[in-house]
């Protein structure tokens, strides 16, 4: 809690098991971020980089590069500030309270359960390549999965985190298998040069280009915030959670790259042109079957399944902690903030999710109601980076093991890119962005109604 008298902050133990080991730190991040995307995003990366391999690889670096300049300020936010909520609370207290409360309120209504239900559709339909299936059966899938998941982490943060190491391993082979094959037995030797194939253009035009698809890469490093939301529960988060932070982003920048020039070295950039001509993004799937035929499309689709497993396992554990940590606050619903009394997890947050989760589900629109909040989850990450600079002026007596490198030039350097990414997806899609903002803005009326409501409880 804040202490405004004092500038101080208490990251007393509220009840929460210390349960989540450095490696389930890495297989949460790493669980959330590695998804399907890997096997159709290069696709887009590179369409974006004018057909140039060479710049291609460049945007995935430069992509893992800003997201690590972004998880390092997370990091030291996390390590000094241990408690269950992540982003919540360092709005609440950098800014203000209804900012942290906005934030979350985001996530409870659209963004968190709607990205459940996404990776719970998503999974069923990726196996209808083997197994033919109807919409009725795909969201009957997606909503058994919600509830399976919901219990298995409703008994438990071991449980839940356990299942994630688990499936962190599992997605990590069949992806591993079709990037060595190719790295060692793809017959291509990619151009690799820094020039566009779409004719010469100036170097402003190309450092546009870069700054686009660096902007689709940033979609399959999406993720990195997630492991602060339950900082409470890692075993000594002063040392593990800034170390999982940067040995998960940083190795999946290194996978990302790795992967993708496999590719380059199976498909003839003339095939992958061709490919790309007709709609066929799927640049994964094509080198696992030039590589090991049928069995090829197997693997790939082996570890799309485990790698939205894994994702959805992750969401459905980080997220609840945040609307714990708002109703703690005394803004939202007060049986938010009991912990299940044997089992130490925010069982009604948890259950309210699955329920909202499997509502999302049987909507037809999903993918137009989650566009929604993309603009203003960027709008907070942002002011989540910039709570860095307010952090260290606010409380400068707080204890901070981990401490962001080349601050406070670093930090200044990051909120930068962050609100150009932020302008950016504004000026590509405005109207999306702004009709976005009224999600957070209808949260304002919560936010009065639980302020008002827990004033009137204190005075009775």
């Known amino acids: 809690m804040i202490n405004s008298l004092n500038n101080t902050i208490n990251t007393t133990n509220s009840g929460f098991k210390k349960e989540i080991s450095l490696f389930g730190g890495v297989s949460i991040i790493g669980g959330i971020m590695v998804g399907s995307g890997i096997f159709y995003l290069g696709s887009y990366v590179l369409m974006r980089s004018g057909m140039s391999l060479g710049l291609a690889l460049l945007s995935w670096i430069i992509g893992g590069v800003i997201s690590l300049l972004g998880g390092i300020c997370f990091a030291e936010l996390g390590a000094s500030d241990t408690k269950a909520g992540g982003l919540t609370v360092y709005l609440s207290k950098a800014y203000s309270p209804m900012i942290g409360f906005l934030c979350g309120f985001t996530s409870w209504l659209i ?33 058994s999965l919600i509830i399976g998941l919901t219990a298995v982490n409703y008994f438990g943060v071991k449980f839940g985190s356990s299942l994630q190491n688990i499936s962190m391993i599992a997605k990590i082979i069949p992806i591993g298998i079709i990037m060595i094959l190719g790295l060692m037995f793809g017959q291509v030797s990619p151009d690799l040069s820094l020039s566009p194939k779409t004719g010469d253009i100036s170097f402003s035009s190309i450092i546009s280009m870069v700054a686009f698809a ?39 920048t290194v996978l990302y790259t790795l992967f993708n020039y496999s590719i380059y070295r199976v498909i003839p ?55 714990y940590s ?5 803004h939202f619903f007060k049986s938010f903030k009991n912990l299940h009394p044997t089992y130490k997890v925010p069982s009604s947050a948890l259950i309210a999710q699955c329920i909202i989760s499997i509502i999302l589900v049987l909507l037809r629109n999903l993918n137009q109601l989650t566009s929604l909040v ?40 990051t909120s930068l890119i962050f609100i150009g990414l932020m302008l950016n997806t504004l000026f590509e899609d405005p109207l999306t962005s702004i009709i976005g903002l009224i999600v957070p803005l209808f949260g304002i009326l919560f936010y009065l109604y639980f302020s008002r409501k827990n004033i009137h409880t204190k005075t009775i």
Do not use: H
């Open 269 to 323: 950039f003339d095939e992958i042109q061709s490919l790309l001509a007709n709609n066929e993004f799927y640049l994964g799937t094509f080198a696992a079957e030039k590589l090991l035929g049928k069995s090829g499309s197997m693997l790939v689709v082996i570890g799309m399944v485990i790698s939205m497993f894994g994702a959805l396992n992750g969401c459905i554990l980080a997220f609840p902690r945040m609307y």
């Open 111 to 143: 963004g968190g359960p709607g990205s459940i239900a996404a990776l719970a559709i998503a999974l069923p339909s990726a196996l209808t390549f083997i197994f033919p299936m109807g919409e009725l059966t795909i969201k009957v899938i997606a909503i």
């Open 374 to 413: 993309v603009f203003s989850g960027m709008l907070f990450n942002t002011l989540g980076i910039l709570a860095v600079l307010i952090y260290r002026k606010k409380f400068p007596d707080l204890k901070r093991p981990y401490k962001v490198i080349g601050y406070p030039i670093t930090v200044s350097i």
């Open 214 to 252: 660096v902007v689709a890469s940033l979609w399959a490093y999406e993720g990195w915030t997630n492991l602060n939301t339950v900082a409470e529960e890692v075993k000594n988060p002063n040392r593990n959670l800034p170390l999982a932070i940067i040995i998960s982003i940083t190795s999946i």
């Open 326 to 330: 708002m109703s703690e606050q005394g």
